[in-house]
């Protein structure tokens, strides 16, 4: 599965306002379920923070991927918010947090590949420093999709 293939701009959110890590889960699954991604905010949730415990998921220079595994979960997906303001969050760091990408995904079996398989495809592209700057600096949802997707039929947007 390749990231163009997931990514959807109505689960994309820039400059998103949240006060706290609570805030943006909230938000972001708020967004999840009335994009049909989700059938339970309360339940997604609760996933959510389980998973938490396990271990931190701000991965450091501002970014947290937080995972949603979750029998609530109707359809896979990645909702992605760069926040107006930067957030507290347990990081690898001990930074703030501006970007996250929450994971959404079905805990059923077959679901850990798509998981894992998205979940490498990200990490591989927030290893490149300076496309992680454009993704963190992005001003759109279409900037967003571009860098992470590499789709050249959008290259004129953003010369």
């Known amino acids: 599965m390749e990231l163009k293939e997931i990514l959807d701009r109505n689960i994309i959110r820039v400059n998103l306002e949240a006060n706290s890590k609570d ?3 909230k938000k972001m699954s708020q967004i999840l379920y009335e994009n ?5 905010i309360d339940g997604f949730l609760k996933d959510i923070y389980l998973r938490e415990k396990e271990g931190i998921t701000g991965i450091g220079n501002g970014i947290a991927i937080p ?10 997906g990645v909702a992605i918010a760069n926040l107006k303001e930067e ?8 930074k703030k947090v501006k970007t996250i990408f929450l994971f959404c995904v079905n805990d ?7 998981h894992l398989t998205l979940l490498s495809r990200i990490a591989a592209k927030l290893a490149d420093d300076q496309l992680l700057l454009k993704i963190t ?4 949802t279409d ?11 959008e290259s004129h947007l953003f010369c």
């Open 23 to 25: 805030d943006v889960l």
């Open 36 to 40: 049909k991604y989700i059938s339970d």
């Open 67 to 76: 995972h949603g595994k979750s029998k609530s979960v109707k359809k896979i």
């Open 87 to 94: 957030i507290d969050w347990e990081t690898l760091d001990g």
């Open 108 to 114: 059923d079996s077959n679901s850990d590949k798509v």
């Open 137 to 140: 600096n992005a001003k759109s």
């Open 143 to 153: 900037e967003i999709v571009y860098y992470l997707s590499g789709d050249s039929s």
